[in-house]
């Protein structure tokens, strides 16, 4: 007899980010090899759509609204799922990203980076504080807390599997977006820690590492919202990209699948790239 390693029938996964484009793609991927999934946003209406095109497809699931950052927030989504579908045993964070505040105008620094620099277009030097730790606390705390709140469900019954979204930024920061690149350092960081630190509960701590997808959170920078080309930044990505296009969320759902199932039962503390090579071509 044939068992299916890859097969998540009768596992509960509880996905972060869950109303924007990856984490719905996510959703779907693990609802089609039998999960029931759960799907957690800021923006409760985007969660709740999400759960709607999984349901339409086949699948059984569940959306609501949840701040990654709130600990009372998360504790409550917890209590709420564990109490309707029974477990947790999958947990996706999918919740991050970046906001043009966070954002410096230029890849390096000039003379003229000073903070009377023209209003639109800030410098390193005069980045909104705020902006800075809003986009840390969202990538890394928002990593972190989940990882908490579910993490002790799973320990209480004896194992489960986590996977962060990390970036490649993590390993070679992009220019511009500082807070984002070393947030998501510190993200890849605490998935080895906390594969570590988890092992003996029997629960695993991985992490996919995409390459450029075009969310939300990058389209400022990617694409000409005016002409709907892409920006000059978009076309260096695409140069540097040896499969010579964006990801898109099915791109996510191989590793994905791989690492929630049993089909990586001794995975655990791994940072796996996903991103059209972009890692592994220096650019010339």
Avoid at 205 to 223: E, S, Y
Avoid at 246 to 252: A, M, P, S, Y
Avoid at 255 to 281: M, Q, R
Wanted: aromatic letters at 6%; charged letters at 15%.
């Amino acid at each position: 007899m044939t068992t299916d390693i890859f097969a998540l029938t009768g596992k509960t996964a509880v996905i972060t980010g869950g109303g924007g484009a990856l984490g719905g793609a996510m959703a779907l991927a693990l609802a089609e090899r039998g999960a029931a999934v759960v799907l957690l946003d800021v923006r409760g209406g985007a969660a709740l759509e999400a759960a709607d095109r999984v349901t339409a497809a086949g699948g059984r699931a569940a959306g609501g609204a949840c701040d990654v950052l709130d600990e009372g927030s998360l504790a409550a989504a917890a209590g709420r799922i564990v109490g309707e579908f029974g477990r947790v045993d999958i947990l996706i964070n999918a919740a991050g990203g970046n906001t043009p505040a966070a954002t410096a105008a230029r890849e390096t620094a000039g003379p003229d980076d000073r903070p009377e620099a023209e209003a639109g277009s800030p410098t390193f030097f005069d980045l909104e504080l705020t902006a800075l730790r809003r986009v840390l606390d969202l990538n890394l705390l928002g990593t972190v807390l989940p990882c908490r709140a579910f993490g002790r469900e799973m320990a209480r019954r004896g194992g489960g599997t986590i996977v962060n979204i990390s970036s490649m930024a993590a390993s070679r920061p992009l220019t511009r977006v500082a807070a984002y690149s070393a947030a998501k350092a510190g993200v890849s960081n605490f998935t080895q820690w906390l594969a570590t630190h988890l092992a003996p509960l029997h629960i695993r701590v991985n992490a996919i590492a995409p390459g450029f997808f075009l969310t939300d959170q990058n389209r400022f920078l990617l694409t000409d919202e005016k002409t709907g080309g892409l920006t000059a930044r978009g076309q260096a990505v695409l140069a540097h990209t040896p499969m010579g296009r964006f990801g898109t969320g099915r791109d996510l759902a191989g590793t994905l699948i791989w690492l929630a199932s049993d089909a990586s039962s001794f995975v655990t503390g791994a940072v796996i790239p996903v991103d059209g090579g972009f890692s592994a071509y220096p650019g010339v």
